[in-house]
């Protein structure tokens, strides 16, 4: 079946950086679009993040744009999510999603 197993959560200060993996198992990786969630206390999930399948083409919310990067490798099928100049207002729960299946969520707290 498939799988979705996030991990790179942490609690950072602001201005930090952590990456986010998310390593697939139990389909045909390459061939599948991978979208980056996240969800804040009492708000709704959020689109983070995307990237195609093949040719990656990458999609990024506005509230990101230049401080997050999305990448792949599917040599190892995980897709990662490079975190930069992180702002208190980017904790929350990150969840992978891919092939119409959610990996557990990884925590991402920024506070000093």
């Known amino acids: 079946q498939v799988q979705l197993v996030e991990s790179g959560g942490g609690l950072v200060q602001p201005g930090g950086s952590l990456r986010l993996s998310c390593t697939a198992s139990g389909f045909t990786f390459s061939k599948y679009s991978m979208i980056w969630y996240r969800q804040a206390p009492g708000k709704e999930r959020e689109l983070v993040a995307s990237i195609s399948s093949l040719v990656s083409i990458r999609n990024y919310a506005d509230s990101v744009k230049g401080r997050f990067t999305i990448s792949r490798d599917n040599s190892k099928n995980t897709v990662y999510l490079q975190m930069n100049s992180l702002k208190p207002e980017d904790t929350a729960v990150y969840y992978c999603?891919?092939?119409?299946?959610w990996g557990q969520g990884t925590q991402v707290t920024v506070s000093s």
């Open positions: 999603y891919g092939k119409q299946s």
